[in-house]
Structures are given as structure tokens and as C-alpha cells.
């Protein structure tokens, strides 16, 4: 990202403040109708990523270009028009009226611009998809098959893209970017700012310290704390990682596995409520499941995720004989006490959206809650200079979030409008050959390329559009699958040979990248096993009596930890391959809701459990 200097510094310090400020007061107060909403959003948002965000590595590093401002001029100018034309467009019928050469100008601009936003701001890839949606608009009348469609012409494929009130760059993606992420992220950063960060990194070091392989276990803990307020992988692992992995390093874990460790916790901050990185809130938007319920459901899988993890790290600490941290290298227990309020912005979230406040009111009262808080303590205290760099790093962070939505938007419009969705979805019908096992791991498969390079939002937004459908088929539960086509495209940023967090992971540690990245897959299968658990058994999602939740709780965290053990071939002595594979079928069976394949799982686990532990004795 560029550094900028002088007034323009000044110019666009101000202009991004001005968007935070737009965003908390429409969050607190009601949001504009949904053309205009989104359309201040984008108009607020776009134009930053030209001036911040370079083409090339060869461009100005610290002004935008000629063409940057050119091109944030038009992506200014292209919502502006949304705005000032709304009450007009929404009541023009799409199909049917005239569009207009400026909105030809205009819309072919802005989609042109919203694809080169996405490869400066996420990736190449990103772009590459939303390039490859638009080219089959284009060209659908002369695929083969499934994929066949009557096409548009480019007016209206324009329309399609620009004008259309639902799908699109100003579609219910951007609504969402608009309504709720924004006042999120903003809830973020006022959280960071205020030094919730490092007060929980601070606890996750007193909580595990003492224990056997402490330094990985904070990062466990650290890493799934801090995942809570922060949306992307990637900085959480640069937050936490940046202790944590010296840490490891320093207690005996080789610098691939203290890499490989600190990218699966910091990968599945994104699974943790109550915020969930932006899932949770599209989620909710895409299935009409209210968002309380959703991250109510979300609860045990990613407790179960982290309890996967935790194993994999306490048995590799049993098998290279690690130690704990010193007493004098961990906090006291008083200090702690002391900022206990930290906890409260996460309760009152909570607290309040169970009693129905809506998602962004509930985090428009905490941000200001936050605020308050900061100034129990010196050091914490918001002052006037960290409040304005707060609400700036949150309309830059919102920016990329509000690209990846705009671009995505286009993807699922094409998807939907052209009936591509559904050709999808039957080809993965009938390549499972009308077996759920067989459709869950294509989904997966499907979803893990997808999402290789590409942010976890838009890799599940494009994903569910057609894994949920298929899964759909199979009679399993709207929730379950949304849930299921989410975790991978979470754990996709561990999948190679695109992983993106086990690479930000590695350059930390000083290791090998690729190798990196393949210890982060393999230790961190145990956590892929979770989505498969709960479509089988929907009691994980809170479905079902309190003896069903519990009994399948209990029996997916025995399978978890039997496929821990099988990764790391330790459990109070060495395991051979034999013992090994015999755990990961405990695992496999304590999955499937089956009684006689849960009570042989069981029977198995234990077995061996107890043989290995007589046999140390």
C-alpha cells in the first residue's frame, strides 16, 4: 500500500475519515434506501483503492498516478450516477427499458475498474475469476451442453452488471459491504486500537504458559482469541505470529511446525463467533437465518476445531519431550484481573443481538462502549489521533472488503442469471454418483481450488451458489450447508499450493514456504474432519435436545482427538503405521450418526488408548 505525503496525505486522511464517519452514523441511526446506500458505499470506497493501492511494483510508491486518479475519478463518478439517478432506476424494469449511452459509458468503465481493483487489492486470481464470469456472459450462447444460454446483448449485459437493483456491482453483496461489515471492521479496529489485542494475546500467554508445549498452545489460544476481532487471516497471523512464533521456536518447535501451527489458529479465527470474519453476516442475508442463530450454531465446530489443534499441538509437545513457559516470562494474574473489561465488548455484542438489535446497531452501541473503556487505562486512551487512524485503517480495510463484494456480486448474477449455477450443481450431482460422501468431497475439492489465492468471502459466496444447491439434493439443512461450503473456503488458505497463511506464517518463521505449507495441511486435517461431522450430525449445530448435543459433541471430540494422534503418531508412547491407520478409522467412525459404526469407533478409540497407555507403564 502506498505511503502518501503531504496534503494529498491530508486530502485523503480526511475522505477516509469522512466514509467511517458516513458508515457509524447510517449504522446508528438507518441506512438510506438500497440504491443509494450502496451506491454512497462504493462511491465512498472505490476511489481509495487507486489512490493506495499500486498497479505494479514499478509504479509510484507514494502518489497515485495520472491514470490512478483517472480511474478514481470514474469509480467515483459511476455511483455517483447511481445515487443521483435512484429514484428513477428504481422503477425502470430491467429487461425491458432503454439503456442509456452514459449508463453504456459509465457501467462498462466501472466493471472494468472493479475487476483491476480486485488484482491490486486481493489477488490475481480474484480478478481472473470475475474476468472469466464475465467472458461466459459474453460468450454463453456458443458453450456446449449444460452451460449453454441465450445470451445477452452488451446493453444489457451492462444492465446485468450496472444498473440491475439486486444482483451486480450494486447488488445485496454490497448491501451487506454497506449495512453491517463496514461498522464491523470498525469494531475491529477500535478494539485493536484500545489494546484488546494484546490484552488477549496477554491471556492466552497466562491461561497455557504452564502447561507442556505452552508457547504453541498460546498461539492456539492467542490466535483464536484475536481471530475474533480480526477479518483476515493473513493479520491475525502477523498480530499474534509475530510472538508467538519466536516463542515456539524458542520452546523446541522447528520453524515449519511453529509456522504450521500459528497458520491453523490464525486461520480459524474466521470460524470463531461472534463475528466470523463477513460469513456469518452474508450467511444470513443469502438464507434469511437470522445472524444470532447462525453464530449460535457456529460455536461447537469451532470450539471442536481449536480442541483438534490443541491435541495435535499437546501430543507433538509429548513426543519431543517439550516444557513450559518460565513463571517469570508469564503475566500475573492481577494485572489481568485488572483489564478483565476487555471481555465486555464481546458480551455486550452478544447480549445485545439477543435481544434483537440488529447486527450494525448492536456494533454501533459497542463501538462506542469501546471508546469508553479505553480511557480506564492511560495507556489504552483513544485519543483524538488514534480515534482518526482508526476510522481511516477501517475505510481502507472496508474498501478491499467492499471490492471483493462488488466483484463477487457480478460472479453470482452471472452464475444465477445464466443458469450456470444449477449446470454446476448437476454436474456434481452426477459426478457423486447420488452419494452424499462422494458430493461432500467434491464440494470440498471444488471449494479448496476456489478459494486457493482468493479471499474466504468471495471463495464462498461463488462456492455456495453451487455447493449449497448440490447439498440441497441430498436433503441436508440449509444452515448445515451453507456451514459446510464456508469452513473450506476458510480452510482453503491452508490448502496448497496457494496457502496463503501458512506462507505469511513461514516468512515469520524463516522457513520454507512450500514445505510450510504442506505441515500446515497435514496438521491441521483434523479440523477438515468438523464440516463432515456436522451435516451428519446436525446436534454440533445446536439441532436437536441437550443429550443429542451432548452426545454428539462428545463423540466428534473423541474422533478428533484419534485423527490428532494418527497425525502425530504419539500418544503416551510411539504409534507404528498399523495403530495409526486403526485411530484415523476410530475417527472416520465416530463421524457417521450411526449407532453401530459410533459404538465400533468407540470400542476402537478406547482400545487403543488404553493399550498405548499400558504400555508406557
Sequence with gaps: MRKLKGWLKVVILIYGVSAALFHLYTSGFGTFEPRTQRGLHLLFLLPLIYILFPATKNSPQNRPSLFDLLASLLCFAGPAYIVWNAERLN???????????????????????????????????????????????????????????????????????????????????TGISSNILFIYILFAGFMISAGVGQFLIDFAVWAAGWTKGGPAKIAVISSGLYGTVSGSTVANVYATGSFTIPLMKKGGFVPKQAAAIESIASTGGQLMPPIMGAGAFIMSEVTGIPYFKIIQAAVIPAVLYYLGLFFVVHFISLKQGMTSISKTERPSIFPMLRHAYYFLPFILVIIFLGYGYSPSKSAFFVVLIILGLSFLDRRTRMTPKKTLNALFEASVNAAIIATALAGSGMVVGILTRTGAALAFGSVLLGASFNNLIFAMILVFLVVSVLGTGI??????????????????????????????????????????????????????????????GIEAFKLGIAGFLIPFAFVFQPALLLQGTLSQILMATGLTALGVACLSVCLVGYVWSPLNWLQRILFACAAILLVFPTIGLELIGIGVAGGLFIWARFKKQ
Design 455 to 516: 479471499p474466504t468471502t468471495p471463495a464462498y459466496i461463488i462456492a455456495v451458489t453451487v455447493g449449497a444447491s448440490a447439498l440441497g439434493k441430498f436433503d441436508v439443512a440449509l444452515l448445515s450447508a451453507h456451514l459446510f461450503v464456508f469452513y473450506y473456503a476458510v480452510l482453503s488458505d491452508l490448502t496448497p499450493p496457494d496457502a496463503i497463511t501458512a506462507f505469511a506464517a513461514a516468512n515469520l518463521a524463516g522457513s520454507e514456504m512450500m514445505s510450510t
Design 91 to 173: 422503477f425502470r424494469m430491467v429487461g425491458m427499458d432503454e439503456v442509456l449511452p452514459v449508463e453504456m459509458v459509465l457501467g462498462t468503465a466501472l466493471v472494468l475498474l472493479v475487476v483491476e481493483a480486485a488484482r491490486r487489492a486481493l489477488s490475481p486470481w480474484m480478478a481472473l475469476t470475475i474476468a472469466i464470469a464475465i467472458f461466459y456472459l459474453a460468450t454463453a450462447p456458443y458453450w456446449p451442453g449444460l452451460l449453454k444460454f441465450k445470451g445477452y446483448p452488451f446493453p444489457r449485459m451492462v444492465e446485468v452488471l450496472f444498473l440491475a437493483g439486486d444482483e451486480g456491482i450494486f447488488g445485496f453483496l
